[in-house]
């Protein structure tokens, strides 16, 4: 398992709830806050955990491959906090409502993760969220090609996380990558999953 985490610690965070919770709860006053850029844009994602019987799964979509922004790609249910929305919080559940029919009503808040500013201009608040089975998913078809389930205890192993690089826009960049069968998983979406790894390592 990963660094800082014993094989029991391990089992417990791929399945018990409370210990995340008590985790982000504990790390979210340590992390300093972001400076101040008024050039990026504010949204807001939720990162879905779903408790299943046999442990814990991380909640993903797969956007269509028509869209502007992103296509194709693996991402967390979320979207830009507009001026209607009273907080972080209540724009990713708008938004995860829109794009996979999961009402706020069946959706627990448990924490949040440091804000996450990505290259293409967007500062992003990750909430985390406790979801109980059975799902009542309805995916908005113009923007979800695809809802699909990676178990937790897949991210908590750090010999699945790859660094990459990639020249974009004048200078080399950084990112990671975290493939799952047939999915990549990469970027901002995998960039969220390892600040959560660090997070719930203490």
């Given at each position: 398992?990963g660094?800082g985490?014993?094989d029991?610690?391990g089992?417990?965070?791929?399945?018990?709830?409370?210990?995340?919770?008590?985790?982000?709860?504990?790390?979210?006053?340590?992390?300093?806050?972001?400076?101040v850029?008024t050039?990026?844009m504010?949204a807001a994602?939720?990162?879905?955990?779903?408790?299943?019987?046999?442990?814990?799964q991380?909640?993903?979509?797969?956007r269509t491959?028509h869209?502007?922004?992103?296509?194709?790609?693996i991402?967390?249910?979320?979207?830009?906090?507009?001026a209607?929305?009273?907080?972080?919080?209540?724009a990713a559940?708008?938004?995860?409502a829109e794009?996979?029919?999961?009402?706020?009503?069946v959706?627990?808040?448990i924490g949040?993760?440091?804000?996450?500013?990505?290259?293409?201009?967007f500062?992003?608040t990750?909430?985390?969220?406790?979801?109980?089975?059975?799902?009542?998913?309805a995916?908005?078809?113009?923007?979800?090609?695809?809802v699909?389930?990676?178990?937790?205890?897949?991210?908590?192993?750090?010999?699945?996380?790859?660094?990459?690089?990639?020249?974009?826009?004048g200078?080399m960049?950084?990112y990671?990558?975290?493939?799952?069968?047939?999915?990549?998983?990469?970027?901002?979406?995998?960039?969220?999953?390892?600040?959560?790894v660090e997070?719930?390592?203490?």
């Amino acid at each position: 398992m990963g660094r800082g985490v014993g094989d029991q610690a391990g089992r417990d965070l791929r399945g018990d709830i409370d210990l995340i919770r008590a985790r982000l709860a504990a790390a979210r006053p340590l992390v300093a806050p972001a400076a101040v850029d008024t050039q990026l844009m504010a949204a807001a994602v939720l990162v879905p955990l779903v408790q299943r019987e046999y442990g814990l799964q991380v909640l993903l979509t797969r956007r269509t491959a028509h869209l502007h922004h992103h296509p194709g790609q693996i991402s967390f249910p979320g979207g830009r906090i507009e001026a209607s929305d009273a907080s972080p919080s209540e724009a990713a559940l708008r938004e995860t409502a829109e794009e996979t029919g999961l009402q706020p009503d069946v959706i627990e808040l448990i924490g949040e993760l440091p804000e996450f500013d990505t290259s293409t201009g967007f500062r992003i608040t990750p909430l985390v969220g406790a979801i109980k089975p059975p799902l009542t998913l309805a995916p908005d078809p113009f923007e979800v090609a695809e809802v699909f389930e990676v178990p937790l205890g897949f991210f908590l192993d750090r010999s699945n996380h790859q660094r990459h690089e990639i020249f974009w826009r004048g200078r080399m960049r950084q990112y990671w990558a975290m493939p799952w069968g047939d999915y990549y998983i990469w970027g901002a979406t995998a960039g969220i999953i390892r600040n959560l790894v660090e997070v719930l390592e203490g």
